[in-house]
């Protein structure tokens, strides 16, 4: 191993991001100890609960709306813009989703198809709402979007509760979707060609990010936004831009969960798992970066799901796992690292990608 | 009729929370740190005055209790933006997203419920002249900042420290411990906050019963420019549109638009004093300087 390549490894073991996940993971195995489990026991609950042959649906399941708002999240993160507003982006797509699934007078195939770009629209459109408040009215991005949310919220469950609400049904729901008008699923599986779409999506971002001019721009911002300004990058149009495809984004999720098991929009099934907020804490993790916000997006779609089995096993609260979410992005954010001469091997060179997460 | 003293009262009622954690986020503000935790400060606040209410039977030990377990919780942005230099607006939203998930997790191991617990044994603050002492002490508090802030030599430093940080650091004044000092004290009223919100409003905690009220507060503290007075009538102006938002579900209007209500008031009154301002508005960059 020729030193460059050493510096690199030590560099990525003391980063922050290596120092956050064990600290969470640690903290995390205290809580166990405290409440009496074996923490040993309670992570392999976490994952043959998650990456078992009975959980990797599921973990695929939520996977695809934990990446989908992840991305969406991602997106203009990587430019230092923090949309808060993803459960009312995503709920706007999904019921809109619904809607189109419902009237569409079209045959079921091209109705799909015309849900999911409803949705994305519908989702583009408010995330657009939020870019025009910071960029007309000066109102924060962070705060005009996570404001705006709640109505969106609200109005969803408004239609989903009254005008849309299936008759006679008991529950907060649509009707559900006509026959066919469904993505189709993997086997018996409840994974559906939604993931393929998700996937698509990251591929896409990853392309733009690498390989494109507006990738630079996008990064260039991201790193300093005045800099950027000065070479030229329109922030105002950027930030519409960016936006508009996080909300997309984020309504495309929306959209995917209307168009696949139970097949219709039920107030509160996509706000309440918190896809928004661990979609969010995977782009911080990940910095934004196309390929560790995937990681890092499916790493908490497996704490998520396999929080559920831990609780079978041990009667450890799943809320545990967003415990220690929270708990790594708290290490991240206050940039804490192992210090150098833990992981030096020797060479006294400190590597500038620690700096970097 | 609409607008009568009834809806004031309830008003005012609801502003007490709001106005305690926008004071602290405003103190925060005043000295350069943007302080976004308050949501979970607050959430920290409504189950520690609980628990220690219903273990103790004092409402007033929950009260204190809850004012240093948010102090302490505040700590973590205090650490993390000021000595260790990371991202403010990151470590708040981290801190939200940790308050919800600790919460419901020792709500869960403590006491062995899901979603809410509510107990007839658990005791409440007691009202005075209709409201709980909590929100006396948040008028006192509005006063006593501005006082602090205008007239105080702690108050003027603190304003250099925000302003000029380099400046105020050759002068002598020391912008960490001014920051240490708002973020503890931010702390303490969103504890506060949180122990009127859970034994003062209603009398019981819920998962994330705080919902969206640590934000308005943010907002608040944008609307009232940082300054005591302007955040009491922000504050005030979102006690009216959640009061309003009551009174309206009474003459049958459905739940949702009265739950949007006091998120769209506020989003208005934004849109209309910053379009107007945008010169004046206070910096807001995310990170310590």
Redesign the interface.
Known sequence: MDTRARTRIAGALRSPLTFSVLAGLVIGAL?LLG?GADPVTAYEAVLTGALGGDGIGSTLTTATSVLGLALALAIPLRAGL?N?GGDGQMVLGGITAAVTGLYSPLPAPLTVVAALLAGMAAGAGYAVLAAL?EN?????L???S???S??AV??A??LA??PLKEPGSSLPQTRALPDGVALPAFGDSTVTLGLVLVALAAAAYWFTDRRTAVGYEIRMTGLNSRFAAYAGVERRGLTLKLMSVSGGLAGLVGAIGVLSFPYRFVDGSLTAPGYT?TG??AA?LAAAAPPGTVIAAFFFAVLQVGGLAMERTTEV?R?????L???V??F?????RFPGRWFAFGSGRRSPESEAV | MFLDSDLLMSALRALTPILLAALGGALCERAGVFN?GLEGMMLMGCFTSVATSWFTGSPWLGVLAAALAAAAYSL?LA???VT????A???G???N??A???T??LL??VFGVQGTFDDPSLAGLPLVGGFTPLAYLSWAAVAVAALLLSRHVWGLRLRGVGEAPDAAATLGVSPAKYRYGVILLSGVLCGLAGAQLALGNVTLFTENMTA?RG?IA??AV?LGRAAPLGVLLAALLFGLAEAAGFRLQGLGL?Q??T??AP??V??GA??LT??RR?RT?PR?T?AVR
């Open positions: 809580f409440t923090i808060l408040c007309r009215l000066g109102v924060p962070l705060v005009s996570l404001l705006l709640y109505p609200s109005l469950s408004y509760r009254y907020w969010l804490t911080l609260p809320e545990l796992t967003q415990v979410q929270a708990i992005i708290v991240l954010a206050a940039r804490l | 976004i973590i650490v993390g933006a260790l230099r990371g991202d607006v990151v470590l939203i981290a801190m997203l940790l919800v998930g600790l419901s997790f869960r191991t969206g934000w943010v907002v944008m459905p949702q638009a739950d949007a998120y769209v506020t989003l934004l849109f910053t379009a945008r508005r807001t995310g």
